[in-house]
């Protein structure tokens, strides 16, 4: 055909309602989604821009032939860029389908780079299509395109077969909703294009590749606004947070919680209020709702930290509070200010729970650098501790296991000890069980942590045995909730026995529980482990509510009597006498009394009093690294 017949069916508009398209996806996704850091979702954006470039290289060809049908070098290179963009964009959309039915991890990879050398053989066939004569090519003056059989279009079918088969063959791992609708576009798609083909135009095909691509944004990726706050919901404050983080921008976040116990919804007044509150204070930022009355507003600095710090102030508390007047709504009003350290929502989460948990309803306040620091320490351990339990390691140098010698007052030795987590990390050196004890429970990184113990303390026991010293046994302190771990008596055994240590040389302590659960577990596991041999210590005793006859059918074999207790009957002649009174009870009914914290001569005297079987406290010696007690004990 004659140069000029080759955009004789052409129309520019589908290409320029297309760029246009993408132009508005584009801008849509930067003022609302621009946080996102999904991968997948960044491979949507990518795609956009490839169509949009696609679009503009139609428009250009069609232009090349209308004004500069001589040059023919710009007639292919237009072409080609037209083409090799909508089959990168393609081969993009094919993988983004792949990952979204849930192909195996595994073989995806290898699927991928399959896909990527078809396409981009496709792409090589394509610019080659002049020399080839396969394709679009000219000859003697006339220009040919092939109808079907050209290499655009061989892999066109391809991708499109694979998406088919993606969609269908995968089926189960997408839910219904989103597999029907890709495959409604698929074939719109597929009969668009044959359509197109057989009338040898090329209007509408980058069309064609918006229609997925909208899809997808819709039914997988938007992230809607509230319209009466302006919020965006938890998972995009989820994103956003990574987003900055990782670029490592400066953020402040104001958190709002309101009490909407009986009303069902945000007053929407109020919610105006908040939304043009976060309009014209910061042009930067962005409203999220993180649960039902908690708003979190996250504001990016751009200037100076002071300034930014006083505008906090002003609207957290100044403005903000005034509408509780009007509204009559609880709230606690908290501003975080220079918490770099925040790099996903679980860490802001545990700073709105904690430092919220603390105020008291109507107030509003910035969280004190101090305050800040303790959280910026929190979260480094937390990091730390997890780092530790990710990496499983039974001899992580990080877990330190200290003791503390306890005296025999039978034999007047030390012959057994109590052992104490301390965790010894790079920023903040040796921590104590005070500050990560709590925080580990609460992870559930408490029994990894437990097993580090475990594993540890016999290790040092099996050095101190073999270097001749004796040592009956060493306790070693549980928590509650571990004890829920199905495997927790088995975990603790397999340590022992590959350690070779007798099961009788471990002692595990437990404080009593407060609920009927805790009781029925506590139970279950004591009478599993006592068949071995593993004796067991009451810790605490008299710090709590205690259950006596509880705590009796528990059958343990020490009870620990708190250092509280001690204390008390120091100066008070009654607390004394019930302490006595119970330390005799308990011994007549065979168990052994170690009293705990005895820190003078006195305290000391006290507990001979009451027949006490063991000591422990700062006047024998402080907790130190297990691989000093030898120093206490005989040979
Ligand atoms: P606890 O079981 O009551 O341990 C005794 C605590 O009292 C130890 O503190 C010890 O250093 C301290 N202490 C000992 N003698 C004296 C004394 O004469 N005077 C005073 N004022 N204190 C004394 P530590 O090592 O800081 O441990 C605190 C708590 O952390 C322990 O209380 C225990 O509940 C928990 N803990 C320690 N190690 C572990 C562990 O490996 N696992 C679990 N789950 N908890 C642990
Ligand atoms: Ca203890």
Redesign the pocket.
Known sequence: MRIEDLISTYSYAGDIISAIICFVLLVLIRQALFFTTENDFRQVSKTIRIVMIAALANIAFALVITYMPESTAFVFLTRNVYHSCLLWALFLFTIYITKLVGFPPNKFNTLRDVMGVIVNIGIFADILSPVTKIGFYESDGLWYDSTYVKPFTVTYIICMLFIAYMLLGYRRRLIKQLRITFIIVELIVAVVMIAENAADSNTYTTSTFLIPIIAILILVHSKPFDLVTGSMDKSALASFIQHTGKRGYEVDYVILEIRLDDLREMPEGLGRILYSTWQTYFKSALLFNYDKGMYVMAIRRRGASDAAKARLYSLVQEELPIYYRDYMLDYKILALHNVDFVKNLDQLKDIMTYALGKMDYNTSRIATEDEIERYSKMEYIVEQLQDIVEKGDLNDPRVRV?C?PVKNMHTGAFDTA?????IEIPKYGMV???VF?RIAEQKEF?HS??QI?VHKTCKAMNQILADGYKIDRMS????LD?LREPNFCNNILDIIHKNNIPESKIAI?L?EGQSDSDYEIVHDRISVLKKYGIKFYL??FGTGYSNFERVMKLGMDVVKI??SMLIYSLGDQRAWYIMKHFAGVFKELGYDILF????SEELEDLCIDCDADYL????FS??MPVEDLWKYLER
């Open positions: 200290y503390q109590e052992a104490l987590m301390r104590y069980p005070d004890i408490i942590l437990s113990i070693i302190n549980f928590s571990e302590e404080t810790d605490d708190d250092r705990e914290g005895v820190e422990q406290g700062y006047k402080k907790p």
